[in-house]
């Protein structure tokens, strides 16, 4: 008893806040309609103050040929850019940035670059998402080098029910708990970032850096791998990716067993979104049958988390699969969470031949179903004063601006793609713009002055 006594101590005993200095931006100018990033209040914001809504798809064409990625070509992103989208959470794989230990590759740092162009030129920002899926392509997932894993240790095929070889392979969790318990192969992981930083310090159009993707304890005790690992490393790559790029925001995932009793740690930053991941229902039990309990006190349960570090909140990933019977319910329900919150999201994921997919992997299909549950106008950039409201069939958008509202035009952003050309009518007067090609409505309502603007379909 004396024992469990200890342990119940161990495992709940609080720990210091953390922080982590990064200099002040040095940033040069943005690239057109991508303006450099900030956070403040608890949101994203822009040079002018206004809140940023950020939504988009994850796509994992830069991944390692072990996760079978679909290429991210033009079409991709014109139509996220026409279907009303700001944004790709682009993992990138660590073993392909640096493949021997202190080496690191220029020619992958070159393909991310040029994904990166793409999505910048329609009018699209870039997440890049340090991924980890079972560890590394040593063991069929994604994420560490060869040279990051331990070797000699088992790794046993469960042919039958594959999704849990991550979990439960000795070999994957041995060189997790070898990572997180020790200083060197996490200095590496931080130096890669340096590397990336260094390359894109200068670009509005990449949002952050998510610093590591879907990070989790086992075999270690939730609880304590918040406060012993986790969050002493995102301080120490905060700080560090910081000195090197000041410039752009540092998005932090939550633990993957965010369903089970985990703990988030103070950590005093600049510029920092917390990041979880959403599955609540879809790939973690028990299975969504309808009632939205469950999801809307998770979502809230996150938020509270996104505060207390304290944060901007957005969701680097949400997804179940559009098969499910109660898919659509699923969708509806978190993304109204999501909405109560002003959090935006990443969709898991843009290409896939699967249900989880809105464009098959060979390019040939495109689920409009899909699509249209995702696709639905929302205020990209909100001055103070600003808020809006969706109907519930999800084609008009009623903004309402205070008469006290801050400076900068409201940009709408549009599917245009999904829903045609927008009607918009404001009730003050103001000038009100549709620009097709950006898929945006730009709405300039005079200082001083109350404004009620509809934009339907």
């Not at 024992?3 to 940033?27: E, I």
């Not at 095929?157 to 979990?167: A, I, K, T």
């Amino acid at each position: 008893m004396a024992f469990v006594g200890a342990f119940g101590a161990w495992l709940f005993a609080p720990v210091p806040g953390l922080s982590a200095a990064v200099p002040a931006s040095d940033r040069g100018d943005a690239l057109p309609g991508l303006p450099w990033l900030s956070t403040s209040g608890g949101r994203i914001t822009d040079a002018a103050g206004r809140a940023v809504l950020l939504r988009g798809f994850n796509d994992d064409a830069l991944l390692e040929p072990t996760m079978h990625p679909a290429p991210l070509d033009t079409t991709d992103v014109t139509l996220m850019q026409a279907s009303g989208f700001d944004l790709v959470r682009l993992p990138i794989a660590w073993s392909l940035l640096e493949p021997q230990r202190g080496r690191f590759d220029w020619s992958y740092l070159e393909l991310i670059a040029q994904a990166v162009d793409l999505v910048n030129a329609h009018g699209m920002y870039v997440v890049l998402d340090m991924h980890s899926l079972g560890w590394s392509p040593v063991y069929g997932g994604s994420g560490a080098p060869a040279w990051a894993t331990v070797g000699g240790v088992p790794d046993p095929v469960w042919g039958p029910m594959p999704s849990l070889q991550r979990l439960i392979s000795p070999a994957i969790n041995v060189s997790t708990a070898y990572f997180w318990l020790t200083s060197g192969w996490q200095d590496e992981l931080i130096a890669t970032w340096r590397f990336v930083a260094q390359r894109f310090r200068e670009d509005s159009g990449v949002a952050g850096y998510d610093l590591f993707n879907e990070p989790h304890s086992f075999p270690l005790p939730p609880l304590r791998f918040d406060k012993d690992q986790l969050f002493p490393f995102y301080a120490r790559a905060v700080a560090r990716v910081g000195a090197a790029d000041p410039n752009h925001l540092f998005f932090l995932d939550n633990d993957m067993a965010g369903d089970l009793p985990t703990s988030v740690v103070p950590l005093q930053a600049r510029n920092l979104v917390y990041a979880p991941h959403m599955y609540t229902g879809a790939l973690i039990p028990p299975d969504f049958d309808g009632d939205t309990h469950n999801l809307d006190a998770h979502v809230e349960e996150l938020a509270r988390e996104g505060a207390s570090v304290p944060a901007a909140l957005w969701f680097g990933e949400f997804s179940i699969n559009i098969d499910h019977r109660f898919a659509a319910q699923w969708i509806n329900a978190i993304l109204a969470d999501f909405d109560a919150h002003g959090a935006g999201w990443a969709w898991w994921q843009w290409r896939e031949t699967s249900g989880w997919g809105v464009r098959s992997a060979d390019g040939r299909s495109l689920d409009m179903a899909l699509l249209r549950l995702l696709a639905r106008p929302y205020v990209a950039f909100a001055p103070a004063g600003v808020s809006a409201q969706l109907d519930a069939p999800h084609t008009s958008l009623t903004v309402q601006v205070a008469a006290r509202h801050g400076a900068g035009a409201i940009e709408v952003t549009w599917p245009g793609y999904v829903l045609g050309e927008p009607h918009a009518r404001a009730g003050c007067g103001a000038p009100v713009a549709w620009d097709a090609a950006a898929a945006r409505v730009v709405i300039d309502v005079p200082a001083s002055t109350a404004c009620v603007v509809t934009v339907s379909a």
